[in-house]
């Protein structure tokens, strides 16, 4: 369960109002109540996210104002080479009247700040844009921005470190990463830090490439991927704590099946099993395992002979598991007594796939156990029926707006993209909007200008600056993984 409020200290792009949204941020950070999921700082607000099972509201105010009174500390001047060519360019320099020498002369002028990171990981949101730059974001996100772009936004300038979504008006390519997982300190720049852009020339730095977090040579082979399905990827119960680098929660979407799964061979919650999407793999098992399947659209077969979800079985070794798909419903998950033996990136072995951490699962890749469980096969626990239509209870959401919010609730909607950032909607239009960038929370309806919405799930970005009228009722949220393009979504008020 997972529950969220924000704290504002000033509105608009306040240096002092970040301060304390950064300091605060970083006391919780440095010792976290148990309970606490995530603390994401922006400009003049910090989102707070929690499990109230753990965790209650009250006590969590509370313990904020047991904080003693601290400022974050100023941070670097850090310089970054950009070539100026970016496929907006031209439109910005019409659109604001400018020659493209004084669009890129106002863009170098201002020492910018480092307000937050988010979207992506390393993304930097740097204000202010001198006034005669200022343009709104695109009235619907672009599908992929080129990693390395620099944007502008409004007040805001910034560098998408990796290909992505995004609406922001691309004006050039910054020479050095801003991001990479692979380098000893993976974030360039941190809340705090000065940027000052200034014009080079030279070749665009390469994509970084995926962290691997598969061993290459388990300690305890069991599983060998003899063909991938569409989407195969091992996760844990999600990545915590991650938000003010702009790191997604990830973890699994339909999170009470992988509890299931687990539940089901002995397995802690958040122990590592595979999650898949429709098109399941084929795998051999290369040792005697006990594992169990929970999740919809599929029928899982071992050697031809039908496996029911909702129980363990054991898995010879030798033996081959595929999975046909069958009635609604996209994903699974397999889970193997001991669970699977992955290495962890800042604190969980889910890969964050826009952040290039982690990869899906390849042909030849061989799955090892975390340990060695000793479980009789045979368990069984019911699993929930999907429902037959898609119902979803909406709470209003930060920018809670009647109009919007009466909009969403007259559907239906149909269902046009589902992944696992989020869940794109066609339907009746719904009026939308943007501000300033603010952390984006879990469930979040965001409907940008061009009225369609999209319902945030958990790789999405951690800030964002789309109009969010409503949330999604975290109980519903696991329906939302079992949805497919085409499907109808009504939304009623929780």
């Given at each position: ?11 608009g792009?306040s ?13 919780l ?23 109230p ?5 009250g ?35 019409s ?10 002369a ?13 979207f ?11 006034p ?27 560098i ?10 691309l ?11 692979h ?10 830090d000065?940027?000052?852009f200034?014009?080079?020339e030279?070749?665009?730095p ?44 990830s973890?699994?979407?339909d999170?009470?099946?992988?509890r ?19 098109k ?11 594992a ?6 599929f ?42 033996e992955?290495?962890p ?8 796939l826009r952040?290039?951490?982690?990869r899906?699962?390849?042909a030849?890749?061989v ?13 069984a626990?019911?699993?929930r ?10 709470l209003?959401?930060p ?16 269902v046009?993209r ?10 009746p239009?719904?009026?939308?909007g ?8 879990l469930?979040?309806?965001?409907v ?8 945030l ?38």
């Open positions: 369960m997972v529950r969220g409020f924000y704290l504002r200290f000033g509105e792009v240096e002092e109002a970040n301060r304390r949204a950064l300091a605060l941020a970083e006391a950070l440095r010792d976290p109540p148990p309970g606490l999921l995530d603390a994401v700082p922006a400009y003049g607000v910090l989102y707070l996210e929690y499990d099972r753990r965790l209650s509201r006590r969590l105010l509370r313990l904020l104002r047991g904080l003693p009174p601290e400022r974050a500390e100023e941070g670097r001047v850090v310089e970054i080479p950009v070539r100026y060519d970016g496929e907006d360019l031209p439109e910005v320099a659109r604001l009247g400018l020659s493209l020498e004084a669009v890129k106002l863009h170098q002028k201002p020492l910018y700040r480092v307000y937050a990171l988010g992506t990981p390393g993304f930097p949101f740097l204000a202010e844009v001198e005669a730059l200022r343009l709104p974001r695109k009235p619907h996100p672009r599908p992929r921005v080129p990693a390395h772009a620099v944007a502008v936004a409004g007040v805001q300038t910034g998408y470190p990796l290909p992505s979504p995004g609406g922001w008006n004006i050039g390519t910054s020479l050095v990463a801003v991001y990479d997982p380098r000893e300190t993976p974030f360039l720049l941190r809340p705090g000065r940027v000052r200034l014009e080079a030279g070749p665009t390469p994509e970084p490439r995926p962290l691997e977090l598969l061993p290459e040579e388990p300690r305890l082979p069991a599983l060998l991927v003899e063909e991938p399905g569409l989407l195969d990827l091992v996760v844990d119960g999600g990545r915590f704590l991650g938000g003010h680098l702009g790191l997604a929660r973890g699994p979407l999170a009470p099946s992988a299931l799964a687990n539940r089901l061979v002995g397995n802690g919650a958040g122990a590592p099993l595979l999650e898949f999407a429709y399941g793999p084929v795998l051999t098992a290369l040792r005697d395992l006990v169990a399947f929970a999740g919809y659209g029928v899982a077969l071992l050697e031809g002979e039908e496996i029911p979800p909702g129980q363990s079985f054991l898995w010879p070794r030798g033996k081959t598991l595929r999975f046909r798909p069958r009635g609604p419903g996209v994903r699974g998950y397999l889970a193997v007594a001991g669970g699977l992955v290495r990136f800042l604190g969980s072995a889910s890969p964050d952040g290039r951490i982690g899906p699962l390849r030849g890749d799955l090892g156990l975390e340990a060695l469980r000793p479980v009789r096969p045979g368990r626990f019911p699993q029926p999907l429902p037959e239509a898609f119902r979803l209870r909406l209003p959401g920018q809670f707006a009647g109009e919007a919010f009466r909009a969403l609730c007259s559907g239906p909607f149909r046009a589902a992944d696992r950032v989020g869940v794109e909607l066609l339907g239009e719904v009026p939308g943007e501000g300033l960038s603010e952390p984006t929370p469930g979040g309806v965001q940008p200008p061009s009225g369609r919405p999209l319902v799930l958990a790789d999405k970005g951690s800030l964002g600056g789309y109009a969010k009228p409503a949330l999604v009722d975290p109980r519903d949220l696991w329906l939302l993984g079992q949805v497919r393009p085409g499907v109808e979504i009504y939304f009623t008020s929780g």
